[in-house]
C-alpha cells in the first residue's frame, strides 16, 4: 500500500524546521553580538583607567622638576610643547623600553593678571598649571592638569614679614 500526501502539505514539515533553525541562528548572532560589544565597552573602560593612573604617573614625576625650573618657566608657558628641560624625567611608565614618551607634559599659566586680559605667556603670581597627557592609548586620551605653585628657596626667619609660624607681624 502507497501512502499518499496531499498536495498542499508537500514540504510543510521541512518550511516550519527551517523558519525555527533560522530564528535559533538570528538569536545566537544576536547573543554573540551583544556579549561582544560588552567586551569593547569593558576594554574600553579598561583602557580609559589605565590612560589616567599613566596620566596620574606623568604628573607625579613632572611636578618636582617643574617647581625647580621656576626661572624656565616663562619660555615655555602656554606654548604647547614640551619643555626641554624636562628631559631628565622617566617617561617610561609601563617599563616597556619604547623610546617613546609614554605621556607629555605641557605648561600652563593660570588667569593671574589683574588687567582683565590675559598673558598667557607670562606668570605673575608664581603659580602655573602643570598638564600631563598620557600616549599610550590614542582611543582613550586622558589629560590631568594640576596648580603648582612656587614657593622660593632659601632661609625663612619665624620673624619675618607675614611671620613664619602663623604669627602674623607679631615680632
Not at 56 to 76: I, Q
Not at 112 to 133: A, P
Request: aromatic share 6%; proline share 3%.
Amino acid at each position: 500500500m502507497t501512502r499518499r500526501t496531499p498536495r498542499g502539505q508537500r514540504g510543510s514539515a521541512m518550511l516550519v524546521t527551517l523558519i525555527i533553525v533560522s530564528a535559533l541562528i538570528a538569536g545566537g548572532a544576536v547573543l554573540v553580538s551583544m556579549q561582544m560589544s560588552s567586551n569593547r565597552g569593558a576594554e574600553v573602560t579598561n583602557t580609559g583607567v589605565t590612560a589616567l593612573y599613566c596620566a596620574e604617573a606623568g604628573l607625579a614625576a613632572a611636578r618636582p622638576v617643574v617647581v625647580a625650573n621656576y626661572l624656565n618657566w616663562a619660555g615655555n608657558l602656554g606654548t604647547g610643547v614640551e619643555p626641554t628641560w624636562l628631559a631628565s624625567l622617566d617617561f617610561d611608565v609601563d617599563n616597556d623600553g619604547a623610546t617613546a614618551h609614554d605621556y607629555t607634559i605641557t605648561l600652563k599659566d593660570n588667569d593671574d593678571e589683574l588687567s582683565g586680559t590675559n598673558d598667557t605667556t607670562v606668570d605673575q603670581d608664581l603659580r602655573i598649571f602643570v598638564i600631563s597627557t598620557c600616549n599610550l592609548f590614542p582611543d582613550t586620551p586622558k589629560q590631568v592638569m594640576e596648580l603648582v605653585r612656587y614657593s622660593g628657596g632659601g632661609q625663612k626667619y619665624k620673624a619675618q614679614a607675614g611671620g613664619n609660624a602663623g604669627n602674623g607681624n607679631d615680632n
